[in-house]
């Protein structure tokens, strides 16, 4: 595996009125290998979205280093690359459509990027149908589903070719279909197109997806694994004010009474094969 992203020892300040500066990200380092899939949790204020807005080089850091394939994000010359590598997916499923029918939505960003119009067609049908969208291509995007705008979103984003996806928080405004759906896709662009993805997200049940949990704490990594580590038992999420999904603590309680359950057993389907 190769790393995609780099963070060496990142500090990122928010510059405050009353000079008083808040230091959102404190010495922070991560690498995120090619076609790995994080998901990044912790309380409110600890730092995921300011994180998640350094990858992509919205925000730049105050100290330290971040790189995107080899690309430094303080670098203005680097910028076009990166942004053509990283592309982000925001919360608000309406702030993010600019056009009035779902393939004019996702052709937009292909167009600021000059690929060809003979081109764009493909590339336009190709990202609805990876998100399952192809049917409603001639629909009006604000009469669609908050699950379907989140997956129009990421057909825009995903017609460009990323090499990584970065969602911040893409589910907490959709009920739970919506949720469903979007969480589908964003496995499948990981798991058959091989797009890296960071997925910040407070649904605990969603990170369970993920190759990679990274727990965030007041700015800096407090737990990095996998879901069953972080999952396990033995790291005390509630300190953090975060919950153990139902599924993992249903197990921690079975083996407290003595039933033997095989490490890396996370999701119901898993466990009702162990009990059937
Ligand atoms: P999270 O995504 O985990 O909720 P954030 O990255 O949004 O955390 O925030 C981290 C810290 O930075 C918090 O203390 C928050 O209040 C502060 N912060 C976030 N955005 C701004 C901003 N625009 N100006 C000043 N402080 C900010």
Redesign the pocket.
């Known amino acids: 595996m190769s790393a995609i992203i780099e963070l060496q020892n990142v500090t990122f300040e928010?510059p405050?009125g009353d000079n008083r500066q808040?230091k959102?990200l404190k010495n922070l380092s991560l690498t995120v290998e090619e076609g790995e899939y994080i998901a990044l949790i912790?309380?409110?204020?600890?730092?995921?979205?300011?994180?998640a807005r350094h990858l992509n080089a919205i925000l730049l850091p105050t100290g330290g280093i971040v790189t995107v394939d080899g690309f430094v994000t303080t670098q203005e010359e680097h910028r076009w690359e990166i942004r053509r590598r990283v592309g982000m997916v925001f919360q608000n499923p309406d702030n993010q459509i600019v056009a009035t029918t779902v393939e004019e939505d996702v052709a937009f960003g292909l167009e600021n990027l000059g690929i060809e119009t003979s081109m764009m067609a493909q590339r336009v049908t190709e990202a609805l149908e990876m998100v399952g969208l192809r049917s409603l291509r001639n629909h009006a995007p604000h009469l669609l589903s908050g699950g379907q705008k989140q997956r129009l979103a990421i057909a825009g984003i995903i017609a460009m070719r990323p090499r990584c996806l970065v969602l911040?928080e893409p589910t907490a405004m959709l009920d739970p279909r919506g949720r469903r759906e979007v969480l589908e896709t964003i496995k499948r662009m990981n798991h058959q197109e091989g797009i890296t993805v960071v997925h910040?997200t407070h649904f605990m049940e969603e990170a369970l997806e993920a190759d990679r949990v990274i727990v965030?704490d007041r700015?800096q990594i407090a737990h990095a694994g996998p879901p069953a580590e972080i999952f396990g038992g033995d790291i005390d999420l509630y300190a953090l004010n975060l919950e153990v999904p139902a599924i993992p603590r249903l197990i921690q309680l079975l083996r407290s009474q003595g039933m033997d359950i095989p490490a890396g057993v996370l999701k119901v389907d898993e466990l009702v094969n162990i009990l059937c």
């Open positions: 928010y405050s808040t959102a912790g309380p409110n204020g600890s730092g995921k979205s300011t994180l911040d910040i965030m700015g």
